[in-house]
């Protein structure tokens, strides 16, 4: 069995060069990238009660599912986590790799899929930020990635729910309004619900401990945690 839905794969390897654009095609990440950083952030050092100030995720074991060019990744790094990133798409990798030798970031970039790692080594947390609706079997994706994540150790997936107005919002508006996102980015049957996204975890000893909303503040410009679960959506779970 394979979690890498090809079509997919192609369809951010086509654009793999715009990664780091903040112009480009992936500008909405771009503007996403700070909410999601803060959030990351500000739930791992109370989960592992951190306290190095300078380097606040130092010595914490990340593994970026879905890295691309490695907008997460980078940041992740540079607050001290040894970080691995993965992709399916080699594109993606290569791009994610050039970069961060550029900013001198010591980041393990392989191209492959969770079910295909083979680690001895289990990580602390493991993002899956805007991959879940990317990929061919969420349950199978989902399961492949428990395997990874250690005892106590913490998972955030990011994606959109399935709701009439995640397709208004995310499909009708970002790409065919406001063009935020290259036509076909999102398929709206592949879009997750919290409540199916925590059954499915839970078969995994995986539970969950905070869902948030996030919303786009048009007059500010920027991304901000909300109530508000129709759209984009934020959640952690801990392994038990």
């Known amino acids: ?6 079509k997919e794969v192609e369809k951010f390897s086509k ?5 780091w654009d903040p112009e480009g095609k992936f500008k909405p ?9 803060q959030y990351i952030k500000e739930n791992i050092i109370n989960n592992f009660n951190l ?14 599912i879905g890295c691309g060019g490695g907008l997460l990744s980078e940041p992740m790094s540079k607050m001290g986590a040894k970080v691995t990133g993965i992709d399916a798409s080699s594109k993606n990798i290569k791009i994610a790799k050039l970069h961060s030798k550029k900013n001198n970031l ?14 001895i080594k289990k990580f602390d947390v493991i993002l899956n930020m805007e991959i879940v609706e990317h990929v061919e079997d969420v349950n199978y994706f989902l399961k492949s990635c428990s395997k990874l994540l250690k005892k106590n150790g913490l998972m955030f997936v990011a994606t959109i729910n399935k709701t009439l107005r995640s397709y208004v919002f995310a499909i009708v508006g970002a790409e ?10 999102h398929e709206w049957e592949k879009f997750v619900k919290p409540e199916d996204l925590k059954k499915i975890l839970l078969k995994n000893n995986l539970y969950l401990n905070k869902l948030d909303g996030m919303k786009f503040n048009i ?11 129709s759209v984009n959506y934020i959640a952690k779970f801990i392994k038990h």
């Not at 990440?29 to 950083?37: E, G, S, W």
């Not at 010591?106 to 680690?119: D, F, G, Q």
């Open 219 to 229: 007059i500010k410009d920027e991304w901000n945690i909300s109530k508000d679960l």
């Open 15 to 19: 654009m793999a060069t715009e990664w």
């Open 106 to 119: 010591k980041i393990n970039y392989l191209c492959s899929s969770p079910e295909k790692i083979k680690s």
């Open 1 to 6: 069995m394979t979690s890498i839905n090809k």
């Open 51 to 64: 306290k190095n100030k300078s380097k606040p995720l130092s010595g914490v074991n990340i593994l970026d």
């Open 176 to 185: 065919y309004v406001l063009r935020w996102l290259p036509i076909g980015t």
């Open 29 to 37: 990440l771009h503007k996403f990238n700070p909410i999601r950083i």
